[in-house]
């Protein structure tokens, strides 16, 4: 049963992934990313990676969920700034 922490955690986890739609979108559609910082998404990858890692050992679905999510954004962000350099 999911206790009502998680659940403001999915809440909270909802939002702030939801965040960074907007610019994969952006970038996607106009196929620029020059105002993007390479170095920043790359360090910020491999920070929600490690959040992953942490979710699971503490086995939060919001934890796990929301950086599932950010990270496949933030891989498409990297890539789309990679193919567009």
């Known amino acids: ?4 922490f998680e659940i403001i955690g999915l809440i909270a986890a909802t939002l ?3 965040a ?3 610019q ?4 996607w559609k106009t196929k620029s990313t020059k105002s993007l910082s390479l170095p920043m998404y790359l360090i910020f990858f491999v920070g929600i ?4 890692v942490y979710g699971f050992h ?3 679905l919001a934890m796990i969920l929301s950086n599932i999510v950010t ?7 990297i ?3 990679l193919k567009y350099k």
Do not use: D
Not at 24 to 27: E, G, R, T
Not at 49 to 52: D, H, N, R, T
């Open 58 to 60: 503490l086995n939060s």
């Open 20 to 22: 960074f739609v907007p």
């Open 79 to 81: 890539l789309l700034k």
């Open 16 to 18: 702030t992934t939801a």
């Open 71 to 77: 990270g496949i954004l933030t891989l498409i962000l």
């Open 49 to 52: 990676m490690l959040w992953l």
């Open 1 to 4: 049963m999911i206790n009502k």
């Open 24 to 27: 994969v979108y952006k970038a």
